[in-house]
């Protein structure tokens, strides 16, 4: 049962202090995504790559965080430095190639993260 | 743009119950759309999506949706609420004539409690 793996499940930092979060995608998918979720908010869109190339971070703020895919079987996002109002659960999503099809995104078990 | 609306944050149903979970939809072009449920510290899951054909899609545990494209709706529907659906459900919409991007917009959720 192939799975999205997102590490760690808890986090929490000072203000100020590097957070990073880790993602593993399903293999085989090509296209990942990068949401936070908080109550004000609801679930917000930050990033997403196809096929490793970043395609979209409109939604993420420039200034503290940062978003990669050193290779297919990991993406990362990183916050530098952390803020109180950055808390909030971070999901990772995966899917296969979208072209010609509504492909299914399948979601992580989520970050939640606590900045102090 | 495209957009997802779900009116109700909370609708509560009587176990054994039809239940109804609303979303309307606005996109340009053909839509994809999905409804995807969320349980408590867990990330989201995908129930149904409607791409093409049959108005009336039939998903996950027992679920189904109905397309309307004259009232641009996809309202999700169940014919005898378990008190294990209760969890945040989520419409979300593509737009097919976005070629290439994969990005999926999503509605505000909608908390589902079925009383015993």
């Known amino acids: 049962d192939a799975r999205v793996t997102q590490t760690p499940r808890h986090k929490v930092t000072e203000m100020g202090q590097e957070v990073t979060m880790r993602c593993q995608p399903i293999l085989g998918h090509n296209t990942v995504f990068w949401y936070r979720q908080t109550m004000m908010q609801g679930l917000e869109l930050l990033a997403y790559f196809r096929n490793r190339a970043p395609l979209d971070d409109s939604g993420m703020p420039k200034d503290r965080f940062s978003a990669e895919m050193p290779d297919a079987t990991l993406a990362t996002l990183k916050i530098q430095p952390s803020e109180p109002r950055d808390s909030a659960v971070y999901f990772c999503a995966s899917g296969p190639t979208l072209v010609g099809a509504g492909e299914t995104q399948y979601f992580g078990p989520g970050t939640r993260l606590l900045v102090l | 743009a495209q957009s997802v609306a779900q009116p109700e944050d909370q609708v509560n149903v009587a176990e054994g119950n039809p239940l109804t979970v609303k979303c309307t939809y606005s996109?340009?072009?053909?839509?994809?759309l999905f409804w995807y449920v969320q349980y408590p510290n867990r990330g989201l899951q995908f129930l149904l999506k409607?791409?093409?054909?049959?108005?009336l899609v039939k998903g996950s545990y027992g679920f189904e949706a109905e397309f309307n494209k004259s009232q641009t709706s996809f309202h999700l529907k169940k014919p005898s609420a378990l008190v294990s659906d209760s969890a945040l459900y989520f419409c979300?919409?593509?737009?097919?004539?976005?070629?290439?991007?994969?990005?999926?917009?999503f509605g505000t959720g909608t908390r589902l409690t079925i009383i015993p």
């Open positions: 409607y791409i093409t054909g049959d108005n």
């Open positions: 979300a919409v593509r737009a097919l004539s976005n070629f290439g991007n994969e990005k999926l917009t």
């Open positions: 996109v340009s072009g053909n839509p994809y």
